[in-house]
């Protein structure tokens, strides 16, 4: 059963529009929603976050929209670049005991950002 | 900071064969974590230690896989006898429990059972 989704296996945009890569989940136990990076041959690297009790947060050209209501988030890029191609994996955090949590990742989407 | 190193990045070994996977850390965080990424289950996790103590391991498949974190710099996993359906990549994490800025990933090990 998964908790978190990323129904778009890949994504193509051209240079300088905006990408939208899409995430919803069903455990409203969750808490704060992450987005990662991953280039191929490499671990994923941290994005952004946005806390349960937002609906937006902005990093630079990142953006990061939470709809709690609809269980659904997505992250915003703009403009897009080359150098932005890459796997986005969309992870929720849901608290294991004490102040512990951990990270469940959705499946990822290809963006492939085109000259 | 060398970030998280994981050893070593490519592995074949034949079916039947014992795997160990060894992952160092950072510095200084207390949670460490064993994912393992395949193209039908995408980024799962296997395993989870906080303060060098397993917290959840309910995502590890079978006996054949076992984890140990015998110091706080150091951590395994260990497959055996390793199977054709273990071929995968899997990721080390560590984090110093801030879930804001999550978890930072090892390069993985890139796991093939032939």
């Known amino acids: 059963d998964q908790q978190v989704k990323q129904n778009s296996p890949s994504l193509s945009v051209q240079e300088g529009r905006i990408s939208i890569l899409n995430c919803d989940y069903t455990n409203s136990m969750f808490d704060y929603f992450l987005w990662y990076k991953k280039y191929p041959a490499e671990g994923p690297t941290f994005l952004i976050s946005?806390?349960?009790?937002?609906d937006k947060n902005e990093d630079g050209r990142f953006t990061v929209f939470l709809n709690k209501s609809a269980k659904h988030l997505s992250l915003h890029i703009v403009p897009s670049q080359p150098g932005d191609s890459a796997v986005y994996f969309c992870a929720a955090s849901a608290r294991v005991g004490g102040s512990n949590y951990k990270l469940t990742f959705g499946k990822g989407t290809l963006l492939t950002v085109n000259p | 900071d060398a970030g998280v190193i994981q050893s070593p990045r490519h592995e074949v070994t034949e079916m039947g064969q014992e795997v160990t996977l060894r992952c160092k850390p950072i510095?200084?965080?207390?949670?460490l974590f064993w994912y393992r990424q395949t193209m039908m289950r995408g980024l799962e996790l296997l395993i989870y230690f906080n303060n060098n103590v397993p917290i959840d391991d309910s995502g590890m498949p079978e006996d054949r896989f076992s984890a140990k974190m015998p110091n706080a710099s150091f951590s395994t996993l260990k497959i055996q006898p390793s199977e054709p359906r273990d071929s995968a990549v899997y990721f080390c994490?560590?984090?110093?429990?801030?879930?804001?800025?999550?978890?930072?990933f090892g390069s993985g090990t890139r796991l093939t059972v032939v």
């Open positions: 994490a560590s984090s110093l429990g801030r879930v804001v800025y999550g978890y930072t």
């Open positions: 510095s200084g965080h207390n949670s």
């Open positions: 946005i806390s349960s009790i937002k």
